[in-house]
Structures are given as structure tokens and as C-alpha cells.
């Protein structure tokens, strides 16, 4: 099941450019738009009734068949949708799915099988009748099948929407989102349950249930009035990371630090889907990365006051709430009372003296056997935090002219060229077992900038010794 979400996952986020800009002109000329427009507004059904689902369906054919396995998923998905009179994302991610694996697994079938020279031609020519096969079933009988399931769904999402069970679904995401479930969470389940309700309501508050950054915003306002010094000045770039460029990972560790916090977002998630509820609001796109102002730019025009008012709400109880868990110290001291804010008592760092010592803690393989040429983040989808962490240290080897190579992946494709492998400590067991021959570095949060200092001694002590 995991591996399954996380394709699904993919198969969103590597198309979320095309979902915004489907967002952005319903947002713009759309029935709930700034400026209403109906015939620029003709060019929405096309693109989610056809140009989307063939899209995931290409993207799954090529996350599970190649190239090959992309281009027969995308025939495929295309004869499925001209039997639809509903948007046909959920089938086309499956169908794109079982399309890639299908190819996947006759290629295995008939490898050193089919006479030489003749490889390609043979192995084209078996990919397009199974493309046929498959278009003429999705046509003739899947794809009524499949509407009628989506349309059944759909009065089961309205029901949901407009009940309080949908306010219990913060219990779920806020904690899952903790622990790098997110991108899983909005791309792989949110996003196509959002994107099958605009098609009816014209936008969908699906959107708004994981990528809301209020209870996040609280959080660390919270933690930003408990610290003090170089703490309090990187909990303020996590904060505007989080809030204006929609890395919500950023704000992860100082929960995981502090678990007490999870009813904090928990109650910050609640508050904030109860607000989207009560003003009936949505996004008309899935908001991606998960920022206040991505937010803004996807919300209907008549919504965005409330769609704003959710977002303060969440983080103004987030913020009360973890206030208060910090106020009680992790372990009481001996007088059992608490002078002033303390680093350990709130669960942000402990033994900072020793910082660098811990980072490379159980390295593999010992500094003597290769020179770091490629430093890789890493994170669960090695998108937003990996990518931001990967421009700082950028930046700062630039500033050294330091020959190095850096990038960002997920911990399930870090690349072969790795030398060092930076990811959170609780990812840092998981890209072990999928890259066990390399040096990993595991860091509490990739906004403390001690953690690019540390990176930086490492390398020009390997410089020094080559």
C-alpha cells in the first residue's frame, strides 16, 4: 500500500503544473472567477475531461514501463476517456498503473527471446496490440463502468463534505504529514478526489485539507516565543519558508522533537477545516507547494476572505495550544520550575556542542574510501525540503569555490553518483537500506544552518586529506 501511494503520489506531482494551470483559468474565468468569462472558460472540460487524465495515465505508464509503457498508457487512458461523461482521473491513474506494469512485464517475459535484430520492431509491434486490446475494452465497456463508480463516489464526497466527519480527518493528516506522509496524503489521495469535485462544484475543499500551513504557522510561533538567540532566528526562517513558500517539512522536526505538539496541529487542522466548512469554500486547483499565497491565487474570488480566515484560525489555536504544551517542560527540573526557555526542556537540541559529531554518526563507508564529489538531499519525495536545502548549501560552496555537485532526490531514488547522502533523521534508516554503500549524514532540521556549516568542515577536511 505504501508503495502503491506514493506512485499515485508521483503520478500527481510530476503533472502539477497542468493542474494549476487548469486552476488558475477556472480561478480567473470561471463561474467563482475574478473575471467570468464563458468562452475563455470552455477550454476547463477539455483539459480535465481528456488532456489531465491522459496525462496521468502517460505519467503512470512511465513511472512502472518506460517510454514504451508511457505511450501505451496515454493511448489507452484516451479511449477511456471518450467513453466518460465525467472527468476520468482515478481511472486513469489506475489504468496507467496496470498499463506500465502490463508492458513491464511482457518486456521481462521476451527478453533475450525475440530473434536477433529484429528486437525492436517485434517488441513495438507487440506494444501496439496490446494497445489496441486495451483501448477497445476501456471504450466498449470499462469506461461506462468506471463512470457510473465515479459518479456514486462523488455524491459519497458531497455527503462527506457537508458532515462533520470531515472535520475527524485531521486526526488522520495532521500526524501523517508529520511523519513525510504528505506528498502521499495530498497528491496520491486528496488531489484526485479534488480534482473529480471541481468538475461538479467548480472547486473543492479536498484541496485545502493537507495543505493548509495554519497549524504549521502556529507551531512555530509558538516554539519562536519559547526560544531565544540563534534558535529564535532559525525558527523565523522556517517560519516564512513554511508560510510564503509552502515547504511544509520545515516545521516537521520541531513536532517529531516534541510529539506533545501533535494535538496542536491536530487542533489547528480541526479548527481551520471547520471554518472552510461553515463558509462552503474551496480552491478551484491543488495547491502545491502549500502556500498562503499559492492559496490566495487558487481561491475564488468570492472565497478568499474565508479561505484566509481558515488559515488564522488553524494557526491561531495551533499557536495557543502549542504554547501552552511548551510551557510544560519535557522533564522538570529539580525546583520544578523553569526560569527562563531551555533548548532541552522544549526538545530543539540537545548537546549542540557536539552537533557535528552526531550528524555523521554511523557513516558508511569511513571518510578514508571516496572523496565526496556529489552531496545529495534527500527527502521523502525529494521535492520542497530537499530542493530548498540543496540551494543553500549551493550557495554557500559557490561562495567558497568549492567543486562539488549538489542535488536533491527521494530517499526511493537517490542517485547512483551519491557520495553523501543528507536526509532527517527519521528518513535516514530508509535511505540506509536503499543506498547502503554510501555516507549519510541525518540532521534534525534542514532550516538550522549548523547543519550547512557542519557539511562545509566536512568537505574541506576531505579536500585537505586528497
Same mark, same amino acid.
Given at each position: 500500500?505504501?508503495?502503491?501511494?506514493?506512485?499515485?503520489?508521483? @503520478?500527481?506531482?510530476?503533472?502539477?503544473?497542468?493542474?494549476?494551470?487548469?486552476?488558475?483559468?477556472? %480561478?480567473?474565468?470561471?463561474?467563482?472567477?475574478?473575471?467570468?468569462?464563458?468562452?475563455?472558460?470552455?477550454?476547463?472540460?477539455?483539459?480535465?475531461?481528456?488532456?489531465?487524465?491522459?496525462?496521468?495515465?502517460?505519467?503512470?505508464?512511465?513511472?512502472?514501463?518506460?517510454?514504451?509503457? *508511457?505511450?501505451?498508457?496515454?493511448?489507452?487512458? @484516451?479511449?477511456?476517456?471518450?467513453?466518460? /461523461?465525467?472527468? @476520468?482521473?482515478?481511472?486513469?491513474?489506475?489504468?496507467?498503473?496496470?498499463? #506500465?506494469?502490463?508492458?513491464?512485464?511482457?518486456?521481462?517475459? &521476451?527478453?533475450?527471446?525475440?530473434?536477433?535484430?529484429?528486437?525492436?520492431?517485434?517488441?513495438? +509491434?507487440?506494444?501496439?496490440?496490446?494497445?489496441?486490446? =486495451?483501448?477497445?475494452?476501456? +471504450?466498449? +465497456? &470499462?469506461?461506462?463502468?468506471?463512470?457510473?463508480?465515479?459518479?456514486?463516489?462523488?455524491?459519497?464526497?458531497?455527503?462527506?463534505?457537508?458532515?462533520?466527519?470531515?472535520?475527524?480527518? /485531521?486526526?488522520?493528516?495532521?500526524? %501523517?504529514?508529520?511523519?513525510?506522509?504528505?506528498?502521499?496524503?495530498?497528491?496520491?489521495?486528496?488531489?484526485?478526489?479534488?480534482?473529480?469535485?471541481?468538475?461538479?462544484?467548480?472547486?473543492?475543499?479536498? +484541496? &485545502?485539507?493537507?495543505?493548509?500551513?495554519?497549524?504549521?504557522?502556529?507551531?512555530?510561533? *509558538?516554539?519562536?516565543? $519559547?526560544?531565544?538567540?540563534?534558535?529564535?532566528? #532559525?525558527?523565523?526562517? %522556517? !517560519?516564512?519558508?513554511?508560510?510564503?513558500?509552502?515547504?511544509?517539512?520545515?516545521?516537521?522536526?520541531?513536532?517529531?522533537?516534541?510529539?506533545?505538539?501533535?494535538?496542536?496541529?491536530?487542533?489547528?487542522?480541526? *479548527?481551520?477545516?471547520?471554518?472552510?466548512?461553515?463558509?462552503?469554500?474551496?480552491?478551484?486547483?491543488?495547491?502545491?507547494?502549500?502556500?498562503?499565497?499559492?492559496?490566495?491565487?487558487?481561491?475564488?474570488?468570492?472565497?478568499?476572505?474565508?479561505?484566509?480566515?481558515?488559515? @488564522?484560525?488553524?494557526?491561531?489555536?495551533?499557536?495557543?495550544?502549542?504554547?501552552?504544551?511548551?510551557?510544560?517542560?519535557?522533564?522538570?527540573?529539580?525546583?520544578?520550575?523553569?526560569? $527562563?526557555?531551555? !533548548?532541552?526542556?522544549?526538545?530543539?537540541?540537545?548537546?549542540?556542542?557536539?552537533?557535528?559529531?552526531? =550528524?555523521?554518526?554511523?557513516?558508511?563507508?569511513?571518510?578514508?574510501?571516496?572523496?565526496?564529489?556529489?552531496?545529495?538531499?534527500?527527502?521523502?519525495?525529494?521535492?520542497?525540503?530537499?530542493?530548498?536545502?540543496?540551494?543553500?548549501?549551493?550557495?554557500? =560552496?559557490?561562495?567558497?569555490?568549492?567543486?562539488?555537485?549538489?542535488?536533491? /532526490?527521494?530517499?526511493?531514488?537517490?542517485?547512483?553518483?551519491?557520495?553523501?547522502?543528507?536526509?532527517?533523521?527519521? =528518513?535516514?534508516?530508509?535511505?540506509?537500506?536503499?543506498?547502503?554503500?554510501?555516507?549519510?549524514?541525518?540532521?534534525?532540521?534542514?532550516?538550522?544552518?549548523?547543519?550547512?556549516?557542519?557539511?562545509?568542515?566536512? !568537505?574541506?577536511?576531505?579536500?585537505? $586529506?586528497?
Amino acid at each position: 500500500m505504501n508503495k502503491l501511494g506514493r506512485l499515485l503520489s508521483a @503520478m500527481v506531482y510530476q503533472n502539477i503544473a497542468a493542474l494549476i494551470v487548469v486552476g488558475m483559468i477556472r %480561478a480567473l474565468f470561471g463561474v467563482y472567477g475574478w473575471w467570468p468569462n464563458e468562452q475563455l472558460n470552455l477550454l476547463v472540460g477539455p483539459m480535465l475531461n481528456q488532456l489531465i487524465p491522459v496525462l496521468f495515465g502517460y505519467t503512470g505508464g512511465k513511472l512502472l514501463g518506460g517510454q514504451r509503457g *508511457a505511450v501505451v498508457a496515454a493511448v489507452v487512458t @484516451m479511449g477511456l476517456t471518450q467513453a466518460s /461523461s465525467v472527468p @476520468m482521473i482515478i481511472g486513469a491513474m489506475a489504468i496507467g498503473l496496470f498499463t #506500465g506494469w502490463l508492458i513491464q512485464w511482457i518486456d521481462k517475459k &521476451l527478453e533475450h527471446r525475440l530473434p536477433a535484430g529484429f528486437e525492436l520492431l517485434l517488441a513495438n +509491434f507487440i506494444a501496439a496490440i496490446v494497445a489496441v486490446v =486495451l483501448t477497445l475494452i476501456c +471504450f466498449a +465497456f &470499462l469506461g461506462q463502468v468506471v463512470s457510473s463508480f465515479i459518479k456514486d463516489m462523488n455524491h459519497v464526497l458531497e455527503i462527506i463534505v457537508n458532515s462533520d466527519w470531515l472535520l475527524l480527518s /485531521s486526526v488522520l493528516i495532521e500526524p %501523517a504529514k508529520v511523519f513525510f506522509f504528505n506528498n502521499v496524503i495530498n497528491h496520491g489521495i486528496l488531489a484526485p478526489l479534488g480534482i473529480q469535485q471541481t468538475k461538479e462544484m467548480g472547486k473543492s475543499v479536498f +484541496f &485545502l485539507l493537507e495543505s493548509n500551513p495554519g497549524p504549521g504557522i502556529g507551531v512555530l510561533l *509558538a516554539y519562536w516565543l $519559547r526560544t531565544t538567540g540563534e534558535e529564535r532566528k #532559525g525558527v523565523k526562517t %522556517a !517560519l516564512i519558508i513554511h508560510a510564503l513558500g509552502g515547504v511544509h517539512e520545515v516545521y516537521f522536526p520541531y513536532v517529531l522533537m516534541n510529539l506533545r505538539l501533535l494535538f496542536s496541529v491536530i487542533a489547528g487542522g480541526i *479548527a481551520g477545516i471547520a471554518v472552510f466548512q461553515f463558509f462552503d469554500v474551496g480552491l478551484v486547483s491543488i495547491a502545491s507547494p502549500g502556500s498562503i499565497l499559492i492559496l490566495a491565487v487558487l481561491s475564488p474570488h468570492d472565497d478568499l476572505p474565508f479561505v484566509m480566515l481558515g488559515v @488564522m484560525a488553524s494557526a491561531l489555536v495551533s499557536f495557543l495550544t502549542g504554547y501552552m504544551i511548551l510551557r510544560i517542560p519535557l522533564h522538570k527540573a529539580v525546583n520544578h520550575t523553569i526560569s $527562563r526557555p531551555n !533548548l532541552t526542556e522544549l526538545g530543539i537540541l540537545q548537546q549542540t556542542e557536539r552537533w557535528s559529531e552526531q =550528524l555523521f554518526e554511523e557513516r558508511q563507508p569511513p571518510k578514508s574510501c571516496r572523496k565526496i564529489r556529489t552531496v545529495v538531499f534527500s527527502c521523502d519525495a525529494g521535492l520542497a525540503s530537499s530542493s530548498m536545502a540543496a540551494a543553500l548549501l549551493k550557495k554557500k =560552496l559557490k561562495v567558497l569555490e568549492l567543486d562539488i555537485h549538489v542535488t536533491n /532526490s527521494s530517499i526511493y531514488e537517490i542517485p547512483a553518483e551519491a557520495d553523501l547522502i543528507i536526509t532527517h533523521k527519521t =528518513l535516514t534508516p530508509k535511505a540506509r537500506q536503499n543506498a547502503p554503500d554510501r555516507e549519510h549524514m541525518s540532521v534534525e532540521a534542514f532550516t538550522d544552518m549548523k547543519v550547512y556549516d557542519a557539511v562545509i568542515a566536512r !568537505l574541506q577536511e576531505e579536500y585537505k $586529506r586528497h
